[in-house]
């Protein structure tokens, strides 16, 4: 059932369950932000929490801090925290580095845990540091073999004894399609190989139950869905099953048993903290730990529907005004997130509406070669909100507002 009027739209808001965690969030007068995927609003609670640290906890308590103001164990315990969004147990997530080089620590792990298998599997249409990591490791490491399918569903056509580790994306993150990650993870181990799952766009997006899937290990990014700011630490997942055993390649002396030992041979914490290598950004971390504040309040089946909600109802309206969606409209295929396209327009045009529309307040982003993409987050997106960006979009389309030579100048980051 879909809003089919602004005022049904500020009923089903009044009845949102999620409505009170609006006011946790900054959000700028005169924007209705759809790129909470790509880089999540700021927590009221994290302003507080950064200037506490770098006020006191740094300036006044400078080094003593690493014990007192539990910096050193911020990796662990945030991990903790963030666990059950992820349907992990605790001790099986550590946040620290960024995706990118928890990918390469993984899928190096991966293979040495598969020896006598070179070959690690990836999606050519993945967002593109997942390949440029399983591209820079194959030519790292000698004999490994990189392999690509278009996406999950070509896996059959790939798998065989020779494949290693398989390293797939829960929500593409330009399409917004979900892969099943039970029936996926289930398939890749039948055929003897681990798995990998990019959570960058399904993480804080959707209920994601790793431990119940069976999956081996995990990446996500604390930015997007997570609120935690630029810059803020990835996390890793490795199932308990593997933890004692497991070896990343980047054994920095924050993932020793004893860092401060200070020996010269390197002996792997028994924990997930062997997935450390160096100094971790503190600050960042903090102002994850002020988001999973947050988070604590949050029921995801709850989230989850109006996430879906929020989604049917910007798809519906987008393709009364013509645009064609990307995004499957089965509930259970998709993420957070929706793309558009215009359809037989020049690919240009799409980046140009998206300009159009941030110039009016609607922020949403475009990623090459023709796709306009909104992220919905129901932490802080209302009905209301959908339907006037639509009606922005509307206006945009019907005026052609867009085909201005302003909106067609590309910027650094689009
Ligand atoms: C955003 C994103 C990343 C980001 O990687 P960083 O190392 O944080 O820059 C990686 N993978 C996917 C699928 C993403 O969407």
Same mark, same amino acid.
């Given at each position: 059932?879909?809003?089919?009027?602004?005022?049904?739209?500020?009923?089903? %808001?009044?009845?949102?369950?999620?409505?009170g965690?609006?006011?946790?969030?900054v959000?700028?007068?005169?924007?209705?932000?759809?790129?909470?995927?790509s880089?999540?609003?700021?927590?009221?609670?994290?302003?507080?929490?950064?200037?506490?640290?770098?006020?006191? $906890?740094w300036?006044?308590?400078?080094?003593?801090?690493?014990?007192?103001?539990? #910096? #050193? *164990?911020?990796p662990?315990?945030?991990g903790?925290?963030?666990?059950p969004?992820?349907?992990?147990?605790?001790?099986?997530?550590?946040?620290c580095? /960024?995706t990118?080089?928890?990918i390469?620590?993984?899928?190096?792990?991966?293979?040495?845990?598969?020896?006598?298998?070179?070959a690690?599997?990836? $999606? /050519?249409?993945?967002?593109?540091?997942?390949?440029?990591?399983?591209?820079?490791?194959?030519?790292t490491l000698?004999?490994?073999?990189?392999?690509?399918?278009?996406?999950?569903?070509?896996?059959?056509?790939?798998l %065989?004894? $020779?494949v290693?580790?398989?390293?797939?994306?829960?929500?593409?993150?330009?399409?917004?399609?979900?892969?099943?990650?039970?029936?996926?993870?289930?398939?890749?181990?039948?055929?003897?190989?681990?798995?990998?799952? *990019?959570?960058?766009?399904?993480?804080?997006?959707?209920p994601?139950?790793l431990?119940?899937?069976g999956? %081996?290990?995990?990446?996500?990014?604390?930015?997007?869905?997570?609120?935690?700011?630029?810059?803020?630490p990835?996390?890793?997942?490795?199932?308990?099953?593997?933890?004692?055993s497991?070896r990343?390649?980047?054994?920095? #002396?924050?993932?020793?048993?004893?860092?401060?030992?200070?020996?010269?041979?390197?002996a792997?914490?028994?924990?997930?903290?062997?997935?450390?290598?160096?100094?971790?950004?503190?600050?960042?971390?903090?102002?994850?730990?002020a988001?999973?504040?947050?988070?604590?309040?949050?029921?995801?089946a709850?989230l989850?529907?109006?996430?879906?909600?929020?989604?049917?109802?910007?798809?519906r309206?987008? $393709?009364e005004?013509?645009?064609e969606t990307?995004t499957p409209?089965?509930p259970?295929?998709?993420?957070?997130?929706?793309?558009?396209?215009?359809?037989?327009?020049?690919?240009? *045009?799409?980046?140009?509406?998206v300009q159009?529309?941030?110039?009016?307040?609607?922020?949403?982003?475009?990623?090459?070669? %023709?796709?306009?993409?909104?992220?919905?987050?129901?932490?802080?997106?209302?009905?209301?909100?959908?339907?006037?960006?639509?009606?922005?979009?509307?206006?945009?389309?019907?005026?052609?507002?867009?085909?201005?030579?302003?909106?067609a100048?590309?910027n650094?980051?689009?």
């Open positions: 059932m879909t809003a089919t009027s602004r005022n049904e739209c500020a009923a089903l %808001d009044a009845a949102d369950p999620l409505s965690l609006r006011t946790e969030f959000l700028p007068e005169g924007v209705i932000y759809l790129d909470g995927n880089l999540g609003a700021l927590p009221r609670r994290t302003l507080d929490r950064v200037h506490r640290l770098i006020e006191h $906890e300036g006044q308590r400078l080094i003593r801090s690493w014990n007192e103001a539990g #910096w #050193w *164990d911020l662990t315990v945030l903790d925290r963030l666990a969004l992820l349907g992990a147990s605790p001790g099986e997530v550590v946040v580095d /960024s990118s080089v928890n390469f620590k993984t899928l190096a792990a991966a293979l040495r845990m598969r020896p006598g298998r070179r690690v599997v990836a $999606e /050519s249409g993945s967002f593109p540091t997942d390949l440029y990591i399983t591209e820079g490791l194959a030519g000698d004999g490994v073999e990189r392999r690509l399918v278009a996406d999950a569903r070509e896996l059959p056509g790939v %065989d004894d $020779e290693a580790v398989v390293l797939l994306n829960h929500v593409d993150y330009r399409t917004g399609r979900l892969q099943d990650m039970a029936a996926v993870t289930d398939l890749v181990h039948r055929h003897g190989a681990l798995v990998i799952w *990019d959570l960058c766009h399904s993480a804080g997006a959707l994601v139950e431990n119940a899937c999956v %081996d290990f995990a990446v996500g990014c604390g930015y997007k869905y997570l609120n935690a700011g630029p810059g803020s990835a996390f890793v997942f490795c199932a308990a099953r593997h933890i004692g497991v990343q390649p980047l054994s920095g #002396w924050w993932g020793h048993a004893e860092p401060f030992a200070f020996e010269p041979g390197y792997p914490d028994p924990g997930i903290r062997r997935f450390l290598t160096g100094s971790q950004p503190v600050v960042g971390g903090a102002a994850l730990a988001s999973l504040e947050v988070w604590e309040r949050v029921d995801m709850a989850r529907t109006k996430s879906l909600a929020l989604t049917d109802l910007f798809m309206r987008a $393709e005004l013509g645009l990307l409209r089965e259970e295929r998709r993420g957070s997130q929706v793309a558009l396209r215009v359809r037989d327009g020049d690919p240009g *045009d799409g980046y140009a509406i159009a529309l941030i110039d009016r307040g609607v922020i949403g982003d475009f990623r090459a070669p %023709d796709v306009m993409r909104f992220g919905f987050t129901p932490l802080y997106l209302r009905y209301v909100d959908v339907w006037d960006a639509t009606e922005a979009l509307a206006d945009i389309l019907r005026t052609g507002a867009w085909r201005d030579g302003k909106y100048v590309r650094a980051v689009t």
